[in-house]
């Protein structure tokens, strides 16, 4: 896949999917804004790769749920690159494990922030900007169909909106702009090493077709390949990569 000459941000670009996210579209030949909240080294590190293999990349911390730091980052993408061809907002994560009776309005509140309004907020941010033929990956999950395991109701919740949002923009931005969404399965990140015990993550890459979990950089190939021209004619997709875990 040829990006270059194009211009992607990456929101929550400094670890797992999202900083494989940024590698493989260096690689590709895309300059890069990376965005981390608190994952500085991995950012700061993949623009060092990415600017000693002679490519054009940034780092720049930013809150992802606040307007200002997203405008921030827009604007420095804008700057340095002249416009915006690719936009990928990965931030995310579930925050905690909480039960339907555990689930507090500030939860609920923060973890859709997390998950859906940070997206929405970049996708605004960047619109003015996005040259013709641009193309947003969104990171939706496969919890958005199964509903999530136990305690992940609201996270589940929240990447269903994504894959809603997806659809939606897909209709209005079209045809200058393609909105597709990816819909990983298990796969090996911090996610899981926080939130899933080892012997369910065991039990579910056993139960899996390919009888394992996926990794960040199989994630980040697919999302290039949905950023690319040879992903031309896909919009309004929620593309599973689950290993054959479920089948939509």
């Known amino acids: 896949m040829n990006l270059s000459g194009k211009a992607a941000i990456v929101s929550g670009g400094g670890r797992d999917i999202g900083r494989a996210c940024v590698m493989a579209l260096a690689k590709a030949g895309a300059s890069v804004a990376v965005n981390y909240f608190s994952s500085g080294a991995g950012a700061d590190s993949a623009v060092d790769e990415i600017r000693a293999a002679g490519g054009s990349a940034f780092a720049l911390q930013g809150d992802m749920t606040k307007k200002a730091d997203v405008d921030a980052l827009v ?3 804008v700057d340095e690159f002249g416009g915006v061809d690719i936009v990928m907002p990965i931030t995310g994560g579930l925050v905690a494990r909480k039960s339907i009776a555990e689930i507090t309005p500030e939860h609920w509140q923060s973890v859709f922030d997390l998950n859906a309004t940070s997206a929405l907020l ?3 941010a960047a619109l003015p900007h996005l040259r013709p033929g641009a193309a947003i990956v969104n990171m939706a999950s496969q919890a958005g169909r199964d509903g999530g395991g136990p305690g992940a109701m609201a996270y589940a919740m929240s990447k269903g909106a994504v894959m809603t949002m997806t659809r939606g923009m897909a209709k209005e931005l079209a045809p200058r702009i393609r909105v597709n969404a990816l ?3 298990m796969i090996d990140t911090d996610f899981h090493n926080v939130f899933t015990k080892p012997e369910v993550r065991q039990h579910v890459a056993g139960v899996t077709p390919l009888k394992r979990e996926g990794t ?6 697919l999302a290039v390949f949905l950023a690319s ?5 896909i919009t309004g997709a929620c593309v599973d990569i689950n290993g ?3 089948f939509s």
């Open 244 to 246: 054959g875990l479920f």
């Open 229 to 233: 021209d040879q992903a031309a004619y």
């Open 216 to 221: 960040s950089e199989e994630v980040a190939n």
């Open 122 to 124: 970049l996708v605004q």
């Open 75 to 77: 604007a420095r993408a």
């Open 183 to 185: 819909c990983p399965g």
